[in-house]
């Protein structure tokens, strides 16, 4: 089977930095996305990890270790307008078959 | 480039009614999954679409079914719907290339009420 954990709820002052771990078990696995979710709205892609390493998007940044089943997403600079759900999911594949398997989703509250 | 556009936004049926969802993918794009994400169970896998045909499905029962065009706009339908139906469901689309590269953006979503 296949199954992702990261923490359910993250909270943070504006101004800082945060890290949301995700940690997965699964077979067919190409890479890691994450995306963010507002209440109400739908998931907004934020980034894509095929290759081990960090990819830097302004104030995120997204990490994979292939060999750790682990994968990290860094928001920096935190604002009232990050508190969303952040969600990790493993693209997995075999064949020419695909899907996105999701995390529960980490709440992230920024404080003032 | 407009992004995904799912039609209706909302809807309420109720138990025993059938339901059929609309996603319309970004331009350029061949491959369109469909999730279900709920409270309870999160975002689920329903299935995916690229150049007609399903590539691939989720663990959901057979009154779950979906359809794509050669436009590659999908559809999806729910018959005899039951309360636990009761979600948002999101189309997403993809250039359905390498899943090494390929990206996955999502609707706005449709929201279904079963009374």
């Known amino acids: 089977g296949q199954s992702l954990e990261q923490p359910s709820e993250v909270t943070a002052v504006e101004g800082a930095i945060v890290q949301i771990n995700c940690t997965y078990q699964?077979?067919?696995?190409?890479?890691l996305s994450w995306y963010q979710q507002h209440d109400g709205g739908a998931p907004t892609f934020l980034s894509y990890?095929?290759?081990?390493g960090l990819e830097e998007t302004g104030r995120f940044s997204s990490f994979l270790s292939r060999s750790d089943s682990y994968g990290y997403l860094l928001l920096q600079e935190l604002q009232m307008k990050d508190s969303a759900s952040y969600f990790c999911?493993?693209?997995?594949?075999?064949?020419?078959?695909?899907?996105?398997?999701f995390g529960s989703g980490t709440q992230l509250t920024v404080l003032p | 480039k407009a992004g995904v556009t799912q039609t209706p936004r909302y809807l309420i049926k109720t138990r025993g009614q059938q339901v059929t969802l609309s996603c319309s993918p970004i331009?350029?794009?061949?491959?369109v999954s469909w999730y279900q994400q709920t409270p309870g169970q999160g975002l689920q896998f329903l299935f995916e679409?690229?150049?007609?045909?399903?590539?691939n499905k989720g663990n959901f029962p057979g009154r779950f079914s979906g359809r794509q065009f050669s436009n590659s706009r999908s559809e999806m339908n729910v018959s005899t719907l039951e309360l636990g139906d009761s979600a948002l469901y999101l189309c997403?689309?993809?250039?359905?290339?390498?899943?090494?590269?390929?990206?996955?953006?999502f609707g706005p979503g449709t929201r279904l009420t079963v009374l």
């Open positions: 999911a493993v693209v997995i594949s075999s064949g020419s078959a695909r899907q996105l398997t």
């Open positions: 679409y690229f150049s007609e045909t399903q590539r």
């Open positions: 997403a689309s993809s250039l359905g290339g390498s899943p090494s590269t390929d990206t996955q953006y």
């Open positions: 990890n095929a290759l081990d």
């Open positions: 331009s350029g794009h061949r491959s």
């Open positions: 699964t077979s067919g696995f190409y890479g």
